[in-house]
């Protein structure tokens, strides 16, 4: 679409759209029982939420976020969201993770207390992480949980077609 508006009403030929790389599918985390192992050799001790940022489906301009610290309740996000939807008004399952915040806390062998190591993840393709061995870490663990799903999408495949259709559309 965007080759043939450039031709057609711009009078240009343009290249095909860059490729994002990564592609997060994030709504396995708006359940606090979403099983998220560790690796004892990564030096990670835990993972925290602490920010969902949820889309209600139907209604396209209403958006929850949540946030939470995390010092003392690494589960405050979910207790956060549960306050919420208790009153029943809005099913768990009209809520589409479009953001997620996840904090790494690391070991530290020298002070004792873990290192801190936050950043944000935003359905369908972005992400704050770089590329330093901590980043890396992080990067690894998205796959192995299956949250970061652009390693899964063949050349040629539906999926693949799918994640074209993505990047046209924005």
């Known amino acids: 679409m965007q080759k043939i508006f450039g031709r057609v ?7 095909d759209p ?3 790389g990564e592609v997060y ?5 708006r359940q606090e029982a979403f099983e998220m192992p560790l690796d004892p050799t990564d030096g990670v001790e835990e993972v925290r939420v602490t920010k969902l940022k949820l889309r209600i489906i139907g209604k396209e301009r209403r958006v929850i976020t949540l946030e939470a610290s995390g010092e003392s309740d690494s589960k405050a996000v979910y207790k956060l969201l549960d306050d919420i939807l208790a009153g029943g008004t809005i099913p768990r399952d009209l809520l589409v993770v479009q953001q997620v915040g996840l904090q790494f806390l690391f070991r530290s062998e020298d002070s004792g207390r873990p290192k801190r190591f936050s950043f944000t993840v ?3 393709h972005s992400c704050t992480l770089k590329c330093d061995p901590r980043d890396d870490i992080a990067k690894d663990y998205l796959r192995k949980w299956g ?3 652009s390693r899964r ?3 040629g495949s539906n999926q693949s077609r799918q994640k074209a259709q993505l990047i046209i559309r924005e």
Do not use: F, Q, T, W
Not at 9 to 15: D, F, Q, R, S
């Open 153 to 155: 999408l063949e050349p």
């Open 122 to 124: 935003s359905a369908p």
């Open 9 to 15: 009403i711009l009078g240009a030929k343009l290249g």
């Open 25 to 29: 599918k994030l709504d396995v985390l």
């Open 147 to 149: 949250l970061d799903v």
């Open 18 to 20: 860059p490729d994002r």
